[in-house]
Nanobody, 122 residues
Framework: QLQLVESGGGKVQPGGPLRLSCVAS????????IGWFRQAPGKEREAVSC????????HYVDSVQGRFTISRDDAKKTAYLQMNNLKPEDTAVYYC???????????????WGQGTQVTVSS
């Protein structure tokens, strides 16, 4: 059973960076498509970015395009979300998710992590 564990969240000032990590327990991590999602207080969960299982094709929602970068290191069974120029509206719990079927930015990934809190505030 695949398990995902996020880390790297915290409090950062506007304009600052954070890098989130998502470590997987799967033997064949490279077979999984990975997505990053977030949920702010009182709001629905929304997609942020995703990366394909082969070829590392990436997609971003407009609100993070140019500021966030998704990547993966299959040897370390880890996916990353580098977040730069953070804004207060990026404050949310961030989740990584995985699926063997390509789901792009849909919320229907099969396996989810427990989330990590990101707070952007001065």
């Amino acid at each position: 059973q695949l398990q995902l564990v996020e880390s790297g969240g915290g409090k950062v000032q506007p304009g600052g960076p954070l890098r989130l990590s998502c470590v997987a327990s799967a033997f064949a991590f490279d077979a999984y498509y990975i997505g990053w999602f977030r949920q702010a207080p009182g709001k629905e969960r929304e997609a942020v970015s995703c990366i394909s299982a082969v070829g590392s094709r990436t997609h971003y929602v407009d609100s993070v395009q140019g500021r966030f970068t998704i990547s993966r290191d299959d040897a370390k069974k880890t996916a990353y979300l580098q977040m730069n120029n953070l804004k207060p509206e990026d404050t949310a719990v961030y989740y990584c998710a995985a699926d063997k079927v390509e789901k792009l930015l849909q919320l229907t990934y099969d396996v989810w992590g427990q989330g990590t809190q990101v707070t952007v505030s001065s």
